[in-house]
């Protein structure tokens, strides 16, 4: 009878302390997803209006490449490394990755208008908020659409590269209209993933909190990817 008692005091406490770690974790995830925003938002208007880092990164086709790749190297030391990595340096990686886009998508304030970005960003907030939504509470398992989306994803940079050369302007607009279609669903996918992942979660601790980390980096990627093709297709030129 005691063991009984002990084994449901047990698994009581287990759930209790799941209720408590799903919400907390969950809104980690969309905290550190809107402080990346923000701060590529900012990263870019400054080097915007900035002529000295405007002509560093734009005049020498080097420091562009340089950016790409220490983008993409961040992103795979994050994903190899998150376990190996304490929560701070991980959260300093964040950052600087969130810098280092910004500084890269500064020349959008130099190609579209201001209105038009700000509509674009709004349509894109609106359109991502209801896909993540909708990867929230649908009972539906997305797994099988997020395979098929990560092969998508690789053809649509193929034809990224391959148009780098062909220079055409309705590839690029195909490309565009299929990027969008693509980070939709991604959203969807990636939501539903970090809500399983946060659901199991035993607590708070570190180790959760850097997977926490990971999902905020997954929907960051999703809207800034989301507005870029947006903006595209609806952004007025200079």
């Known amino acids: 009878m005691d063991f009984q008692r002990?084994?449901?005091?047990?698994?009581?406490?287990?759930?209790?302390?799941?209720?408590?770690?799903?919400?907390?974790?969950?809104?980690?995830?969309?905290?550190?997803m809107s402080m990346a925003l923000v701060i590529t938002g900012l990263?870019?208007?400054?080097?915007?209006?900035?002529?000295?880092?405007?002509?560093?990164?734009?005049?020498?086709?080097?420091?562009?490449?340089?950016?790409?790749?220490?983008?993409?190297?961040?992103?795979?030391?994050?994903s190899a490394a998150i376990h190996k990595l304490s929560l701070p340096v991980a959260t300093l990686m964040f950052v600087i990755y969130s810098i280092l886009n910004?500084?890269?998508?500064?020349?959008?304030?130099?190609?579209?208008?201001?209105?038009?970005?700000?509509?674009?960003?709004?349509?894109?907030?609106?359109t991502f908020?209801?896909?993540?939504?909708?990867?929230?509470?649908?009972?539906?398992?997305?797994?099988?659409?997020?395979k098929f989306l990560m092969m998508a994803l690789i053809?649509?940079?193929?034809?990224?590269?391959?148009?780098?050369?062909?220079?055409?302007?309705?590839?690029?607009?195909?490309?565009?209209?299929a990027g969008v279609l693509i980070f939709v669903g991604l959203t969807a996918w990636d939501t539903q993933k970090i809500k399983q992942m946060c659901l199991q979660a035993p607590d708070t601790g570190e180790t959760m909190q850097k997977l926490a980390l990971l999902g905020a980096l997954s929907l960051y990627l999703d809207f800034i990817n989301l507005f870029i093709y947006l903006l595209r297709i609806l952004g007025n030129r200079e």
């Open 129 to 146: 908020a209801a896909m993540s939504v909708f990867g929230y509470v649908t009972k539906k398992d997305l797994s099988s659409m997020g």
């Open 155 to 177: 053809g649509l940079i193929i034809a990224t590269v391959v148009n780098l050369f062909m220079k055409s302007s309705g590839l690029d607009m195909i490309i565009s209209y």
């Open 6 to 32: 002990f084994n449901y005091q047990s698994v009581a406490t287990s759930e209790e302390k799941t209720a408590v770690a799903f919400p907390a974790l969950m809104r980690k995830v969309y905290v550190w």
């Open 102 to 126: 910004g500084a890269v998508f500064s020349s959008i304030f130099l190609v579209y208008t201001m209105s038009s970005i700000a509509t674009v960003f709004f349509i894109t907030a609106g």
């Open 43 to 78: 990263t870019a208007w400054i080097v915007a209006h900035n002529a000295s880092l405007l002509n560093l990164i734009y005049g020498n086709s080097a420091v562009i490449w340089i950016l790409f790749i220490a983008e993409i190297g961040l992103v795979i030391a994050l």
